[in-house]
C-alpha cells in the first residue's frame, strides 16, 4: 500500500524490450548500445540532456526543445555536432526504426565525449561529443496521486550548478529524491535558498489556492517547458495565473496541487509532508489545465 510511486512510471509495453537507440549516427539494438567507459558522460555527469514526447506523429513543443537543448550546449560548451535539422532528423530515424507513431518518449543525451584518461579537465574529452537517442514506448500510468516530502536538499544559486541547466550530473535531485523516499513519499518538494517553495527533484510544482493557479518566480529551477505551457493555457483560458513567492503554510492549505514534465504533463499531488491536500484526489483545475494542455499538444503547440 505504501510502495514507491515515479513520476515517469508507464504502462509496461513489451516492445521495449527491442527498442533501437541512436548513437553517433548508427543504431543498436538495445542490449548492444554501449558507450565507452571513458565517456565524459558517464565518469564526470559531464553532458546535458532533453526529454522529448510524441504525441499522434509530432514532437510536442519540438523548437523550445531544441532552443533548451542548443542554449545548454552553448552554456557548458559541448559542440553538439548537428544542427538543429540534423538534431530533428536523428529523432526521425529513430522514431521510424522503433515504428513509433505516437506516446512514445525521447531521451536525446550529449556529453562532452570520451576522454583520453580519466580525469576531469575538458580538455581530456578529446573524442566527441557523445549522442545518443533513447526513445521507448510510454503511456504514462501512476496507481494513484504523488506523495511529497520536504527535504533538506535545496535549489542552488546559478553561480554554483545552474538549476536551469539539464545536466547529466542530477546528484543533488537524486539525493533529494532518495530523502523523499527514506521519509515515505514518492517525490522530493525542494524549497529555493531563502526558504520558497520551488520545485521537485523532476518536475516543476504548481499549487491551486482560492481558484488562483501559483508556481514559484522560477528562478532557482528548471525553465520547464511544460511549465510554460501551463502558465500560457491558464492565461489563455482566463485562469489566474502567478509565478510567486509562497511557503509550506500555504502549499499545506492548498486546495489543489500539481507537478508539470513533459513526460507526466500534469501529475496530480495527494499528499505533502503527511498532509493531505484538498481532497487527495485530482482537483478541478487540474483537470481542466490538463484538457487545456492536451488541447494545446494537439493544436501543434498553438494556444
Ligand atoms: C529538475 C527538473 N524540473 C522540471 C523538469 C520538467 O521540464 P519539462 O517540462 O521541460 O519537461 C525537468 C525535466 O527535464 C527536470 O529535470
Redesign the pocket.
Known amino acids: 500500500m505504501n510502495e514507491t510511486v515515479t513520476t515517469h512510471q508507464s504502462e509496461d509495453d513489451p516492445r521495449n524490450a527491442d527498442i533501437r537507440i541512436w548513437i553517433d549516427g548508427t543504431l543498436h539494438h538495445r542490449d548492444a548500445a554501449r558507450v565507452s567507459v571513458f565517456d565524459s558522460g558517464f565518469m564526470l555527469g559531464d553532458g546535458i ?3 522529448l514526447r510524441l504525441y499522434d506523429g509530432r514532437w510536442a513543443f519540438l523548437d ?2 531544441l532552443d ?1 537543448l542548443f542554449e545548454a550546449a552553448r552554456a557548458v560548451d559541448i559542440d553538439i555536432g548537428l544542427d538543429r535539422d540534423g538534431v530533428m532528423s536523428a529523432l526521425e530515424e529513430t522514431r521510424a526504426a522503433n515504428g513509433m507513431e505516437t506516446d512514445a518518449h525521447a531521451r536525446l543525451m550529449v556529453t562532452r565525449g570520451v576522454k583520453a584518461r580519466p580525469f576531469q579537465h575538458p580538455a581530456l574529452s578529446q573524442q566527441g561529443p557523445t549522442v545518443v537517442i533513447l526513445m521507448e514506448h510510454s503511456v504514462p500510468r501512476l496507481p494513484r496521486p504523488i506523495r511529497l516530502a520536504t527535504v533538506p536538499h535545496i535549489r542552488g544559486l546559478p553561480m554554483t550548478q545552474d ?1 536551469k541547466l ?1 545536466s547529466h550530473s ?1 546528484l543533488n ?1 537524486i539525493l533529494a529524491c532518495i530523502a523523499a523516499e527514506k521519509a515515505g513519499a514518492d517525490e522530493a518538494l525542494m524549497l529555493d535558498i531563502h526558504g520558497f517553495v520551488n ?6 510544482f504548481f499549487i491551486v489556492r482560492r481558484g488562483e493557479v501559483w508556481t514559484s518566480t522560477g528562478d532557482y ?9 501551463v502558465i500560457e493555457v491558464c492565461r489563455a483560458a482566463g485562469i489566474p495565473v502567478r509565478e510567486k513567492n509562497f511557503s509550506l503554510v500555504e502549499t499545506y492549505g492548498a486546495d489543489e496541487a500539481f507537478l ?4 507526466g504533463a500534469q501529475t496530480p499531488v495527494s499528499e505533502i509532508d503527511g498532509r493531505t491536500i484538498g481532497t487527495g484526489e485530482i482537483g478541478p483545475i487540474t483537470t481542466r489545465i490538463r484538457e487545456l494542455y492536451k488541447d494545446l499538444v494537439a493544436s501543434g503547440g498553438r494556444a
Do not use: S, V
Not at 260 to 263: E, Q, S
Open positions: 540532456w532533453e526529454g523550445d526543445h533548451r538549476p539539464n542530477k535531485c520545485t521537485t527533484n523532476a518536475c516543476n529551477c528548471m525553465n520547464g517547458i511544460t511549465r510554460a505551457k508539470t514534465g513533459t513526460f
